[in-house]
């Protein structure tokens, strides 16, 4: 566990299964004070804890003050493969708002790069790896920590939201211009593979992406959060090959997370991806959510931003991936 710098009413110590509900409140009052938008419901925080990958008594370090509550935390993740010839490991984490400026964070940070970049050369022995955090925008308390470790801004994503109560789904939602060729319908539990496989193909041109595992992917598909009637894919008629998909989740009650949107390279160009984002929004509101919200990187070569400008959505934040090659 990382040392205290300035904070000596602070501990430090690895997480346990105890600790996950304060943990989890924590979290949540840090994503209220930063304007993140991540909220996450207890039972959904405790499905990120069982993954297969995910050890919280070893990748979840805990800051805690002196009177027992927990102040800060730092979590490490790892990229499911390499991209470009280098693993991406993940530090993460946050400190309460009323005790930033004491070092905490610059502690958390130090002890967490470590054991992302170990955990990451443990699982792909060999290859160089990347750490990186997420900062809420340059000027932001996590930003700044980050460069201050000597992270560097490399890429920077745009937050957008459509409030339903002001959309026109009309307007927003497409025709598909080849019927008959194309069939649009939900994803069902047996379309698992087929959508891994158009994703890895679709994402491959994608900055910072990896391809999904079959593990991995599959924990995506059967989490909680997961909505498979808030969800489409497009698919060939002819060969049943999946084209295109756009998955929906929601981790706050009564809003829709767009959480991947994809086309195949092959497919690129027949709008297939505007005709399903049009329709997940048509089944939010109709199933009585009040928005929806997805995460772009602002430079995608997909041109995926005019999609999302047509369909409705308006930015809400930037924020910036800041990256530290691990030693």
Do not use: C
């Not at 496989?197 to 910072?208: K, P, T, V």
């Amino acid at each position: 566990m990382p040392e205290p710098l300035t904070a000596p009413r602070v501990h430090f110590r690895a997480a346990t299964w105890d600790d996950l509900e304060e943990l989890n409140a924590l979290a949540n009052r840090v994503a209220v004070a930063d304007d993140t938008d991540e909220l996450v419901e207890l039972e959904d925080h405790a499905e990120e804890w069982r993954r297969a990958d995910f050890d919280p008594e070893r990748d979840v370090a805990l800051a805690v003050a002196e009177e027992g509550s927990i102040v800060g935390w730092a979590e490490a993740g790892v990229s499911s493969s390499p991209r470009d010839g280098a693993i991406r490991a993940y530090a993460g984490g946050g400190v309460a708002p009323e005790r930033r400026a004491e070092g905490i964070g610059t502690a958390l940070l130090a002890w967490v790069s470590e054991r992302a970049a170990a955990k990451a050369a443990a699982l792909h022995p060999g290859v160089s790896v990347v750490i990186f955090g997420w900062g809420r925008e340059e000027s932001s308390d996590s930003a700044q920590l980050l460069r201050s470790a000597g992270f560097a801004p490399a890429r920077y994503f745009s937050d957008m939201r459509v409030e339903f109560a002001g959309w026109s789904g009309a307007e927003a939602v497409e025709p598909l211009a080849e019927p008959g060729s194309v069939l649009i319908r939900q994803p069902g539990v047996e379309d698992e593979e087929a959508v891994r496989l158009a994703h890895n193909e679709a994402f491959e041109d994608h900055w910072g992406s990896s391809h999904q595992t079959a593990q991995r992917w599959g924990e995506m598909w059967r989490k909680r959060v997961f909505r498979p009637e808030l969800s489409r894919i497009a698919v060939d008629a002819a060969t049943g090959e999946v084209l295109a998909y756009v998955l929906s989740e929601v981790w706050v009650e009564g809003e829709q997370y767009v959480s991947l949107v994809g086309t195949r390279r092959a497919a690129r160009g027949r709008r297939l991806a505007s005709v399903l984002l049009g329709g997940v929004l048509e089944a939010g509101r109709a199933a009585g959510l009040s928005k929806a919200e997805l995460g772009v990187d602002a430079a995608s070569p997909t041109g995926a931003n005019g999609v999302y400008e047509r369909a409705g959505f308006k930015l809400v934040r930037t924020g910036v991936t800041m990256d530290l090659p691990a030693r």
